[in-house]
């Protein structure tokens, strides 16, 4: 998996390619931790090109909604695919997530 991030304003827009499974999870957050480290808490998370994700993706997720969220932040999902869809319906998470369509749509709702 690569990730790919770019600051837009007070929003953090990160990009996943690949696979959100457990051999990627902690690279994420490890992401994740260094954006909230620069006091950054409204994200938008592109996973056009992410294809599949597991159990502990779906923590990922979970983990950085729920701290955004506690910060004053916004959290956005940006086109998953249905297989991502799917996992967050099955979880029951999927009314958890802000979902898009476009990155700028997303960006303007977190802004």
């Known amino acids: 998996m690569e990730i790919g991030t770019e600051q837009k304003g007070n929003v953090m827009v990160i990009r996943l390619w690949g696979d959100l499974d457990l051999y990627h999870a902690g690279k ?3 992401t994740l931790d260094e954006i909230f480290g620069k006091g950054i808490y409204n994200l938008v998370f592109n996973l056009e090109k992410t294809p599949y994700i597991d ?3 779906i923590g990922v997720l979970v983990y950085a909604r729920t701290t955004v969220t506690k910060k004053g932040g916004k959290l956005a999902l940006v086109n998953p695919q249905e297989t991502i869809l799917k996992v967050l319906d099955i979880s029951r998470l999927r009314a958890f997530f802000d979902i898009y369509s ?3 749509e997303a960006i303007a709702q977190c802004s």
């Open 102 to 104: 476009s990155e700028d």
């Open 28 to 30: 994420f957050r490890q």
């Open 55 to 57: 159990s502990s993706g």
